[in-house]
């Protein structure tokens, strides 16, 4: 069975600062990961995907994120945030069955 | 650019009453989803198909079912709304095979009084 774990359930930060946005699953077989955005009163966005290849994939806003095998994670990351991304943030992993979410986490800009 | 859409936004409806939150997509995808997503933001797989008079049950239990007559619609029904239901549901879709990116409706909120 998959599972995903996201450790922090609210991330505060200042406008400008960096961000990381933990993950971590658990899979008997390979998978592809997934980080999805969902703003307010919205269904969810695809932010950025892992499905093989370089381990460093990126987003067109900024954001980019690591698949890490050893240590079973895929964390986000964004050098510099803006009060645009503010947002719900779900890491998602999948192996072409289901596709299952982990808790989300809210991340809060401040200016 | 996805099209996958949700109907209603927004529904309040009395206890006991039938109910069916629709969810259509035009991109050809096989694969459908419904998730429903708690208060607080989980996100739970509740039924999910593998295309047409294909349906499963997803992880957490629903007394809601789904039905899947076309490959474009996927409705999911509850035949007696209850204010446990009080959640917002949101529908998925994606095609088959590996690696599969799943496009979002915009959800809808149900609140059962």
């Known amino acids: 069975a998959q599972s995903v774990t996201q450790l922090d359930s609210q991330v505060p930060v200042f406008e400008e600062a960096p961000v990381e946005l933990r993950c971590n699953y658990s899979?008997?077989?390979?998978?592809?990961l997934f980080w999805y955005v969902q703003y307010p009163n919205q269904g969810l966005q695809l932010l950025l995907k892992y499905l093989s290849g370089s381990t460093l994939v990126k987003s067109i806003n900024g954001f980019e994120a690591e698949f890490n095998k050893s240590q079973t994670s895929f964390h986000l990351r964004k050098p510099s945030v803006h009060i645009s991304d503010t947002a719900e943030y779900f890491c998602?992993?999948?192996?072409?069955?289901?596709?299952?979410f982990g808790t989300g986490t809210r991340l809060q800009v401040f200016p | 650019e996805a099209d996958i859409y949700q109907t209603p936004r927004y529904l309040v409806i009395g206890t006991g009453k039938k109910i069916t939150l629709e969810c259509s997509q035009t991109m050809g995808h096989d694969k459908m989803y419904w998730y429903q997503q708690d208060p607080g933001m989980e996100l739970h797989l509740i039924h999910y198909?593998?295309?047409?008079?294909?349906?499963e049950k997803g992880d957490l239990s629903s007394e809601s079912t789904v039905s899947r007559i076309r490959t474009e619609h996927f409705p999911l029904t509850l035949e007696s709304a209850r204010p446990s239901h009080t959640s917002q549901y949101l529908c998925?879709?994606?095609?088959?095979?590996?690696?599969?990116?799943?496009?979002f409706g915009q959800g809808t909120r149900l609140t059962v009084v």
């Open positions: 198909s593998y295309g047409v008079n294909s349906t």
């Open positions: 998925a879709s994606s095609e088959l095979g590996t690696g599969p990116e799943a496009f």
């Open positions: 998602a992993v999948s192996n072409t069955d289901k596709l299952i």
């Open positions: 899979s008997s077989v390979s998978v592809y």
